[in-house]
């Protein structure tokens, strides 16, 4: 039979002094953690980069250990927080001052959408979500991708929108799910549609491959304008 020790599991050797001792240790832990926060020049964490995530995660380990774990002295994990704050300001300034460091620690922007359509290359990315971005041009109020110019999608996650004008917007690809409505065979009323792939807009009155992209799959292209 499977003996399972659940006093082990939730309380260990748990007593009146040890809860003492881990009250004060992660009290102190904690106001460190905010100190190197606040030390590190950092605004906000509501973006973060790769770099940061990895501080982050170093951050927390060093800190975690000595908040509950009796063996581990609060000096040593100090010691871990300056050498990362150390670095995180060294990497920081080398990166100000170089651009190939920068790239390497923080990626490139990369052009998402231009003049109404989807970049190629980024469309067949796999690193790209393309549900995600269409959540987030929803979030926008974005309605098809006629309506944007550029979205460039930052190193941090970000993605920057610059639209047309009222009188520029493109007819384009649909992302609302109502709307996005695959017509691969019953093309044939010789409508405008886009390219449920790279979001080329053609009007078409029989069924065809993407003379942009090559893929087949077609949603009705609309033109509305952007509701601010
Ligand atoms: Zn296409």
Not at 3 to 25: A, G, H, M, P, Q
Not at 98 to 126: C, H, Q, R
């Amino acid at each position: 039979m499977l003996e399972i020790d659940w006093n082990n599991i939730f309380l260990k050797d748990l007593d009146l002094s040890l809860v003492v001792e881990i009250s004060i240790r992660t009290f102190i832990m904690f106001l460190f953690v905010l100190i190197f926060l606040r030390s590190s020049g950092k605004k906000g964490v509501r973006q973060l980069s790769i770099f940061e995530v990895a501080i982050i995660i170093a951050l927390g380990s060093a800190a975690g250990d000595p908040m509950l774990n009796s063996e581990s002295a609060i000096l040593p994990s100090l010691l871990v927080f300056v050498v990362i704050l150390a670095m995180y300001r060294i990497i920081t300034y080398l990166s100000a001052k170089n651009e190939n460091i920068e790239t390497l620690l923080e990626g490139e922007p990369m052009y998402i959408i231009e003049d109404g359509k989807f970049v190629l290359e980024e469309a067949g990315d796999s690193n790209f979500a393309k549900d995600e971005f269409f959540a987030e041009m929803r979030a926008q109020s974005i309605e098809h991708v006629g309506q944007v110019k550029t979205a460039l999608l930052e190193s941090n996650g970000q993605v920057s929108f610059l639209f047309f004008d009222d009188k520029d917007v493109l007819m384009g690809l649909p992302i609302f799910p109502k709307a996005y409505q695959k017509k691969s065979r019953n093309i044939n009323d010789g409508g405008e549609y886009a390219c449920a792939f790279c979001g080329n807009v053609l009007r078409i009155a029989v069924p065809q491959t993407c003379p942009r992209c090559g893929k087949d799959e077609w949603v009705g292209a609309i033109g509305s304008l952007r509701i601010v």
